[in-house]
């Protein structure tokens, strides 16, 4: 997704965990947030809260490879403007971060 994204002309910042992403102080010029739903023992969908906690608005963009009605739901309801089940395009990956720019 990296390659890809600037491939199309988007910076993009990499978090190796969760906390490196919650420890991140410079959202301002976030286009939006690429999280996936599981994070090696910690859930997506939680650190979005924790972010929404801490005040950031950059919107989201989920992406999991275990789809499931609850998630698909919990992303929903958390405001994300793409919820993604890979394997994806790469035209629906980028079509969602141009949308998320626009907004």
Known sequence: MNRLLREHGFATTLF??????????????????????????SSGLDLRKKLTDAGVTAPVIYVTGNDSTANRAAAIASGCIAYLVKPFTAQSLIES??????M
């Open 16 to 41: 190796d965990s969760p906390g490196a992403l919650l420890d991140h102080a410079n959202f301002e010029k976030a286009i939006c947030i690429v999280l996936d739903i599981n994070l090696d023992g």
């Open 97 to 102: 971060v141009e949308r998320a720019g626009v």
